[in-house]
């Protein structure tokens, strides 16, 4: 059971790699790693949420803890309201992107980030005989919230700070996920005229995949060329990525968008520090360099992009997998307050998204994902990493290892949420991206062959 514990939470397929009797005991777990006090606890639209929520929260109040549930949430939102209710930790129930089959958890701090070294201390309690149960008369108490006060509350924190100049057609493609709670709402009362897609939330995905993809994205696409919409997002199941779609009904380059809206901060605070994770393009380097900001890289992954904010105290984040984080608000990633920004700056200007991305310079680039079992994907991972030394090349080992190059550069790294090992190529041409991806497949095959050997 030991790879449902992954980088930064608990993840498997549901009733056969967890089950209720695997979240009970993951909620006893964290509920004697946090020790005292109160969590909330929220979840996703998933068929299997319910069902893993109430196990974890009854795990968890048997160790004394003082459950909040706050029910079907986006995760954001759920964030919002750890951070801003003084409770001493959180969990939220969640596959994030993955297949409707699949479901886990992620453990919150107080500020509403997630945890990274903390879950390794959550996964030896699970495993030892350790875990912390109080006497019948201790045990902690169940107390439900008001799902549509905490909404209101992050509402209202966000069209506070936020307005539109002039009133947008925006279309949001909501992915039958969380954000159909309140992303249609939030950009109604900001003034914006909203059109959406797959906005009845339902845990079986019906509408598209889960993850949004440009191929999941395809109606979003049509839609918004259709509408004549100033752009679209797509968002994912708990509704902490956000894929953008441009007035001409293209999607948008991660990187591109953190770029137009990173320049905006930048301009208003006059410098700053940007972190980007690995995978991300060149381009945010050349871009925001010219605009004051300084950008630091740092691994995959929400979690640790949140503690590289706090370190450096951070103006804006952004991740490949398309995570946004505008400090300013919160350390923790937000697409609707991304999107919400995004529409601020778009109808205080002239000029259309599609004007803007393209006035940004880009690099063909390519991502393709493996397949690899989760239980040797790290050792294949180390294998590679070998192999490459020995060869002699230019290695940042910073998350996986990113084969540097004057024209260019070739990631991989194992996926911390699914059986893959993941390709991240850039490259001044597409020949070249060519090139770098015949090498990186052939070091993976190489490296995958002697693992099964092994």
Avoid at 310 to 319: G, I, L
Wanted: net charge negative; aromatic share 8%; proline share 4%.
């Amino acid at each position: 059971m030991e790879h449902i514990f992954r980088a930064y939470d608990v993840r498997g397929i549901f009733n056969v790699e967890v089950t209720a009797e695997t979240a009970a005991r993951i909620g006893m777990a964290f509920g004697t790693y946090v020790g005292e006090g109160k969590v909330l606890v929220a979840r996703d639209t998933r068929t299997t949420s319910e069902i893993f929520e109430r196990a974890f929260c009854a795990g968890l109040a048997s160790t004394g803890v003082e459950v909040h549930l706050a029910g079907m949430l986006p995760i954001p939102v759920a964030n919002f309201a750890i951070a801003s209710g003084e409770y001493d930790a959180g969990a939220y129930v969640t596959a994030s992107h993955n297949p409707p089959q699949y479901n886990g958890v992620r453990f919150r701090r107080r500020d509403g980030t997630g945890y990274t070294g903390e879950n390794l201390e959550v996964k030896e309690l699970f495993f030892s005989d350790k875990l912390k149960l109080a006497r019948w008369s201790d045990v902690g108490e169940i107390v439900e919230l008001n799902p549509k006060q905490v909404l209101r509350e992050y509402e209202d924190y966000l069209l506070e700070r936020l307005s539109l100049e002039r009133g947008l057609k925006v279309v949001l493609d909501l992915g039958n996920g969380a954000s159909c709670v309140v992303a249609p709402y939030v950009f109604r009362k900001a003034g914006a005229r909203v059109t959406t897609l797959n906005a009845q939330p339902d845990g079986t995905f019906p509408g598209r995949e889960s993850e949004p993809t440009p191929e999941s994205l395809a109606d979003l696409a049509k839609t918004v060329s259709a509408t004549g919409a100033a752009f679209g997002a797509g968002y994912d199941g708990d509704a902490d990525r956000v894929v953008f779609v441009d007035d001409l009904g293209r999607v948008v380059q991660t990187e591109k968008v953190g770029i137009i809206i990173a320049r905006e901060i930048l301009k208003e605070k006059g410098k700053g520090v940007v972190v980007a994770n690995v995978e991300c393009s060149s381009i945010v380097e050349e871009e925001l360099s010219r605009h004051g900001g300084e950008v630091k890289r740092v691994r995959v992954g929400d979690v640790f992009v949140c503690e590289a904010i706090k370190r450096y105290n951070a103006v804006f984040a952004m991740e490949t997998s398309a995570h946004y984080f505008y400090p300013d608000f919160y350390p923790f990633d937000d697409p609707i307050l991304i999107s919400l920004k995004l529409a601020s700056i778009l109808s205080q200007r002239e000029e259309s998204l599609s004007t803007l991305a393209d006035e940004i310079p880009g690099y063909p680039k390519l991502h393709k994902n493996f397949p690899c079992d989760d239980r040797i994907k790290f050792k294949v991972m180390e294998g590679i990493i070998q192999s490459l030394k020995e060869k002699g090349y230019r290695l940042d080992l910073t998350d996986g290892a990113r084969i540097v190059f004057e024209d260019g550069w070739a990631l991989l790294r194992p996926s911390n949420t699914s059986p893959l090992i993941r390709a991240s190529i850039e490259a001044k041409t597409q020949e070249r991206v060519q090139e770098l991806l015949r090498l990186v497949e052939r070091e993976l095959e190489e490296a995958k062959g002697k693992e099964m050997v092994n």
